[in-house]
């Protein structure tokens, strides 16, 4: 079995298990038997390469610290580190952080730091693929309340293009092979499935099972095109060694139709028809209580008039007459 099959790793969302995966199968590929690379992440503020790739020394190099998932705080444009450092740099869904202008310096950083490879995955510009963010934030938006924090900067910056990226490699002598992640219909029903569970809490569960489902049965399924984003594989000479090292990713490689913007548009509103069942679910809940409020109402209405049973009686009582006679005049 493979180990990409481990509880522990399949348990991520699917979209960090997607670009995480595809990265570690690469170099499962590329490696000389027993090979250990030492690895610089770029930008991997969870540290999730160090699950992925096990065998590996991974070095982490970020702005922003996270509890141990962090080794060097350093910015991308300006690695502290001398040239050809490390035998493997990386950075997962980190370009489209950058500023444009950023963009760059940062790549030319990753491949000076870099001895033999360079791995860079992102999502790229590609208008139908921002336009599917662009809704599943929206979505985000109006059906949980909140504005999510790494979509608004993909929308507020513009996506690196990806040839633009692929020429700064091949400028600095490195040899591409790109390869898709994410066929970009299942990753919009996939995402908008994530967040959607989200405002249910009693549905969590479900929500890990789905993507532990779609882990181990959809990750070859989708290395296909048009993707969400797009894994550019840059070697110095390693791939010139291994001429046939990624060739079963290039055979699985697939060209799925299309997707129609509105077919997107009717997902999104068969998602947003569940905001129906959350407030008749809210009405239900508000009966409910309303209900319970209107017993609680009843039974103290009956306590009253039993209490004002009990003093009428004990008015008529020859005690309370002899009482009120002595001491209050009646």
């Known amino acids: 079995?493979?180990?990409?099959?481990d509880q522990e790793l399949l348990k991520h969302p699917f979209d960090q298990y997607q670009r995480y995966r595809l990265v570690a199968e690469v170099l499962d590929r590329v490696r000389n038997p027993g090979e250990q690379f030492e690895v610089l992440e770029v930008g991997g503020l969870?540290?999730?390469?160090?699950?992925?790739?096990?065998q590996d020394q991974v070095m982490v190099s970020d702005l922003f610290s996270e509890g141990e998932s962090l080794d060097i705080l350093a910015g991308a444009e300006t690695l502290p580190f001398p040239d050809r450092s490390f035998p493997v740099v990386l950075a997962t869904d980190f370009l489209e952080h950058l500023r444009p202008q950023a963009r760059p310096a940062a790549i030319q950083e990753?491949?000076?730091t870099s001895s033999e490879m360079v791995l860079i995955s992102a999502p790229f510009q590609y208008a139908l693929a921002r336009e599917a963010e662009r809704m599943v934030f929206d979505f985000i938006k109006d059906w949980l309340g909140y504005e999510h924090k790494y979509l608004k900067e993909h929308l507020e910056f513009p996506a690196p293009v990806l040839a633009e990226t692929e020429a700064e490699l091949v400028k600095a002598g490195f040899d591409t092979v790109i390869l898709p992640n994410g066929q970009l219909e299942r990753w919009f029903l996939m995402v908008m499935a994530y967040y959607y569970f989200e405002a249910f809490p009693?549905?969590?569960a479900v929500r890990r099972e789905l993507s532990q489902f779609y882990n181990k049965h959809w990750f070859w399924k989708d290395l296909a095109e048009p993707a969400y984003r797009y894994l550019i594989v840059a070697s110095r000479k390693r791939l010139r060694e291994k001429p046939e090292a990624l060739r079963d990713f290039l055979e699985k490689k697939q060209m799925d139709p299309e997707p129609e913007y509105e077919k997107l548009k009717l997902w999104l509103e068969s998602f947003r028809a569940g905001e129906a069942r959350r407030v008749l679910q809210r009405i239900s809940g508000?009966?409910?209580a309303s209900k319970d409020k209107d017993d609680e109402i009843k039974h103290l209405k009956a306590y009253i008039s039993e209490l004002e049973?009990?003093?009428?009686?004990v008015k008529g009582s020859l005690g309370y007459r002899?009482?009120?006679?002595?001491?209050k005049g009646n």
């Open 1 to 5: 079995m493979s180990k990409y099959l």
């Open 202 to 204: 009693s549905a969590m």
């Open 322 to 327: 002899i009482y009120s006679r002595l001491f």
């Open 286 to 288: 508000l009966e409910e």
């Open 46 to 54: 969870r540290g999730l390469a160090r699950k992925f790739l096990d």
């Open 309 to 313: 049973d009990f003093h009428q009686k």
């Open 110 to 112: 990753m491949a000076r």
